[in-house]
C-alpha cells in the first residue's frame, strides 16, 4: 500500500493531511455527507422526495458497511488539524467493457467542506484516490454517478475530463410515481422465484434498501433494458408489476449508451425521474 501520508500542495495556511482506512474512518466523515445531503436537497433531488435530514447518514452508513464488506474498498479522510475538510470512498469494481477490460474504480463519494471548495482539494483527493486504487488493484478506469440538477459536481467532473457514459432513472412508487405510499410488506421468497424467472426485456437485480437519500421501499429493484430490446412501457410495466406486488416497488433504471435512445421518453411518460449521471475517464499513468 502505498504511502498516502502526504499533503495537498499549495493549500491555505495549516498544512491538509490525509489518512487512508475503512470502516474505522466512516463516523469521522458524517458532517460532510451531511453537507452533501444538504447540496443535493438544494439543487432539487431530482424531483423526488427525500428522507427525512435524521434518517438519511444512519442509512448512508449501513450503505457504506455494505460496500466494504461486498467488494475492496477505501476512504481517504483529509483533515487541516481536527477538522475533516474532505473525503473520498472508493471500491474495486467490473471492467466496463466499451471502455477498457481493466478495473474499475468506483468513486462512491467525494466531499470537500462547502468553505474548502475552490481550492483544490476535490481534484486532488480524486486523484489520490485513483492512484490508490491503481496501487491496489490495477485500476484503468474511474467511474462515478452525479445527481441530476448538481451543476456544480458536473463543471468539476467535465473539467476533470470524465465523460458520460449513461443514465440512471428512478421511480419511487408505481402508483404514485412519488414516494410510496406507507410501508409495504416485503415477501422475499416471492421476489427470490420472480429473480430466478428473469424478465426477456430486463435484466433484473434486487438492492437493500430503503435508499438513503430518496423515499424508496425497503428492497429495491435495479434494472438495465437488455440490450437491443427497443423501448416498450407496456413491456417494462408487465415485468416490473410483480416486484412491486411483492414489495419492492422502487425501480431504478439504468441506461448505458447502447440502449435505446426512446428509452428516455418512455420512462419519463411512466413516472420515472432522471436521477444521476453515469461518468468515466481512463486513468492517466504517468
Ligand atoms: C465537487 C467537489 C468535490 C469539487 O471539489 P473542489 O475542491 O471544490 O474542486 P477543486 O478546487 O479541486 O476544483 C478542480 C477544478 O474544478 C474547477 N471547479 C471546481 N468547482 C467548480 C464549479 N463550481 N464550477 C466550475 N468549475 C469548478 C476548479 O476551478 C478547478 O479547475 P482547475 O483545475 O482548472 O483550476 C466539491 O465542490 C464538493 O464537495 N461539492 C459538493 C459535493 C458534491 O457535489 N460532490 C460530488 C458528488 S458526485
Known sequence: MRDVESSI???ASEAIEVELGGTELLPSVRPLWESLFEHHVAGGAAGLAVQPQGDNWPLRIARYHRIFEQQPAFVLVARQGKLVVGYALAY???PIEEISEGPVVTIESLVVLPEMRGQGLGGWLLEEAEAEAIEQWGAEVTAL?????????LKFYERAGFVEQGETWLRPDPTTG?????????????????????????????????DDT?????VLVGCQPEPGYAA??????????????AGASSVFVALDRAADPAWGETLSSHGFKKALRLFTRLIAID
Open 9 to 11: 500542495p499549495n493549500s
Open 145 to 153: 454517478e452525479v445527481m441530476t440538477g448538481n451543476e456544480s459536481a
Open 232 to 245: 416498450d412501457g407496456a413491456a417494462l410495466e408487465a415485468a416490473l408489476a410483480p416486484f412491486a406486488a
Open 178 to 210: 412519488g414516494a410510496p405510499q406507507g410501508a409495504r410488506d416485503i415477501d422475499d421468497d416471492r421476489l427470490e422465484v420472480l429473480l430466478e424467472e428473469g424478465s426477456e426485456i430486463l435484466a433484473i437485480g434486487l438492492e437493500e434498501g430503503p
Open 214 to 218: 430518496w423515499v424508496t421501499s425497503d
Open 92 to 94: 474495486a469494481d467490473e
